[in-house]
């Protein structure tokens, strides 16, 4: 993985990760459109499905091409890249619950659907992560296919048709 690539991978999970600190708490949040008083309000500065195209279905097809023939992970450099993607999932999860400027983000973020689907993809990125850092093939394999069901049941329910806001996701491996 070059520096570059990297450093803003870094990023973006920090910047995930320290969001979700600031947000509450995944039933309050649903139960409530507006924070406490003096609560901070945390938005993403994209829209959740730019969110999701950049980051989500970057990472996620990373860690499902491993399922390929010839792409298993052999080396620690690929388990170091399996671990990224896994990390990156789970803070998605995280990330997503948070409004962003999209027509339909605060509708989103408030709906218990919403929240349980993201919720469902940060387990699999944690269920990733465990099995990456045990180096456990198959158990990457049972987290992906959370992880495909956390997608697949999300899409139907939230975005059945695709693209939206004219965001497509190019794949480059």
């Known amino acids: 993985m070059s520096g570059r690539r990297t450093g803003m991978v870094g990023g973006v999970i920090v910047a995930a990760l320290m969001m ?10 649903a139960a409530t459109a507006a924070p406490a008083p003096g609560a901070p309000v945390v938005k993403l500065a994209v829209s959740l499905n730019a969110a999701m195209v950049r980051i989500v279905d970057h ?8 399922e390929q023939t010839g792409k298993q992970p052999k080396t620690e450099d690929d388990w170091e890249d399996v671990e990224h993607h896994a990390t990156q999932v789970l803070a998605s999860g995280a990330t997503i619950r948070l409004e962003g400027t999209g027509v339909h983000d605060r509708e989103w973020v408030t709906d ?3 929240q349980a689907a993201a919720k469902a993809m940060t387990d699999a990125g944690v269920a ?3 099995a990456a850092e045990a180096r456990d093939f198959d158990g990457v394999v049972a987290a992906n296919g959370q992880l495909a069901e956390s997608c697949e049941s ?9 693209p939206s ?8 491996h």
Not at 20 to 29: D, F, H, K, N, R
């Open 20 to 29: 979700a600190g600031c947000s509450a708490p995944v039933q309050e949040q």
């Open 59 to 66: 990472a996620a097809h990373d860690l499902w091409e491993i």
């Open 112 to 114: 218990e659907k919403w």
């Open 128 to 130: 990733a992560l465990k």
């Open 154 to 162: 999300c899409h139907t329910q939230f975005k059945p048709s695709l």
């Open 165 to 172: 806001e004219g965001i497509l996701h190019k794949h480059r």
